[in-house]
């Protein structure tokens, strides 16, 4: 072959690569990063883009068939969290905005920040289920909560309740069909979220992971939060337990987690369940008045905008006096820092609490390197010191809560299939600020002189890690 031919394939070649990359609007960096990888590794690259390229994925969600009386319920809420917060409505109606579910009420909304309580309540709950359980975990252990869990559920399914778990396919890849084999038998139905195989990889990006953590019974209580189903979260089983937030809803709100897991287990088995009337049962408020107003925001590649990031962008642009932020991974993007920065230099109190060692070191590096310019800003930044805090939570002034599945990086945003609890509550936010106030407890502040002492082999690292930070 001749060099004018090479040459000329390589025109095409570089041309396509372009017109595909640019097309799909992503930032100036991420562009650029994969222009290279195309242009000057084209076989590595490509193989690599089939991977992990593509940032949308297509699947078929539920049209919106909403009651009368839930429609009256989210005008009910919107109208409560005007009267309470203007703020407060323009971050509800973000979400909405985008095709999100509106605020509903919640009879009940319990919290807890430790694994015994927690687990107890979900024990609880799925044992007073009479006609179904739905489960979504990111990981789901074969140790002695997940094996009791199991033995529950074991039970319910013979008792005659529906039973369906989704698990994803990375996160609990170490399930093997032993484990699992006496729920189908029981006749529970397991279903894997994006299985890491070869079949998948050639129909699907291999990191888009359900990292959601879903529980519903009977449509009427449901759970959410940061808690997976293992030991590590429970100090019943052992001193270097993770601090965790998860919480407990009753009420209207727990159809929008239902719809959510519908809409999952219909994109994992390509099978729609037929009992949607019992699956969605309408409360009736005129029988007893709500006590809460909670809105449940979802996100992942299938949604056209990052959701959860402009919903937490939005509430912290628009905080008047504090915000206070506890997340295990901290890799955020250009405009999530500077929402923080302007925040604190226009006199909100904001704090950010990560854990003094993760469990990834790279991303704690990548983490460390955003401090500088987040203290200098007036960013309060505190390690937790005692064990890994795997919380995702945020105070904001004195009337919004949020507790989550999401992580403040790249692939909680982008990548992840993820969800949040918007709590617009005086009382809850009170409970969540003295958490955090628990935790700051036990906590070291970082400062300037501390990290002035920071080695140059250690911040040459940092940067490093920084640059991966959309790969994070």
């Keep these: 072959m001749t060099w004018p031919i090479l040459a000329a394939l390589a025109v095409v070649w570089v041309s396509i690569a372009a017109a595909v990359i640019l097309l799909q609007r992503r930032s100036a960096a991420a562009t650029i990063a994969w222009l290279f990888a195309l242009v000057f590794l084209p076989g590595v690259g490509l193989i690599i883009y089939r991977l992990v390229g593509p940032l949308r994925l297509k699947r078929k969600q539920l049209r919106r068939r909403v009651n009368r009386r839930l429609i009256d319920d989210a005008l009910s809420a919107l109208q409560t969290i005007q009267a309470q917060s203007r703020e407060d409505l323009q971050i509800a109606r973000l979400p909405i905005g985008m095709h999100e579910a509106p605020p509903l009420h919640a009879d009940a909304v319990d919290l807890y920040t430790d694994g015994a309580s927690a687990y107890a309540a979900l024990f609880s709950a799925i044992s007073t289920a009479r006609h179904h359980v739905h489960l979504e975990y990111y990981i789901l252990e074969r140790d002695r909560i997940g094996t009791r869990l199991r033995d529950l559920l074991i039970e319910k399914a013979r008792a005659g309740v529906t039973v369906r778990l989704i698990v994803d396919g990375a996160g609990s890849s ?260 003295a958490a955090f106030e628990t935790d700051l407890i036990e906590s070291r502040e970082l400062d300037a002189a501390t990290l002035a002492r920071v080695g140059l082999v250690r911040r040459l690292g940092e940067a490093g890690a920084r640059l991966l930070s959309p790969l994070l």
């Design 174 to 433: 170490h399930l093997n069909d032993k484990f699992l084999r006496p729920l189908r038998e029981a006749g529970a139905e397991v279903a894997w979220f994006n299985p890491v195989s070869v079949r998948w990889i050639r129909t699907r990006r291999v990191d888009f992971r359900s990292h959601r953590k879903i529980v519903v019974c009977d449509g009427t209580v449901g759970f959410t939060g940061g808690m997976n189903i293992a030991d590590y979260h429970t100090a019943e089983l052992g001193p270097a337990y993770w601090r965790d937030t998860h919480v407990r809803l009753e009420g209207s709100v727990v159809l929008t987690l239902q719809r959510i897991f519908i809409e999952d287990w219909l994109f994992v088995t390509e099978n729609l369940p037929v009992d949607t009337t019992a699956l969605f049962p309408i409360r009736d408020a005129s029988q007893s008045p709500a006590r809460h107003i909670v809105q449940i925001v979802a996100s992942g590649p299938d949604h056209a905008s990052m959701t959860i990031h402009l919903t937490y962008f939005t509430a912290i642009t628009r905080a008047t006096s504090r915000v206070w932020l506890t997340t295990p991974y901290f890799v955020p993007d250009e405009s999530f820092v500077t929402a923080l920065c302007t925040a604190a230099l226009r006199g909100v109190d904001v704090r950010l609490l990560l854990p003094a060692r993760g469990d990834s070191r790279l991303i704690d590096l990548a983490a460390r390197s955003y401090m500088p310019e987040l203290l200098a800003a007036g960013v309060r930044v505190f390690e937790y010191l005692p064990r890994f805090v795997h919380a995702k939570t945020i105070v904001l002034d004195d009337d919004l809560a949020i507790v989550g599945t999401a992580n403040l990086d790249n692939r909680s945003f982008r990548l992840n299939f993820e969800l949040t609890a918007l709590l617009y509550d005086r009382d809850l936010a009170a409970q969540l600020a």
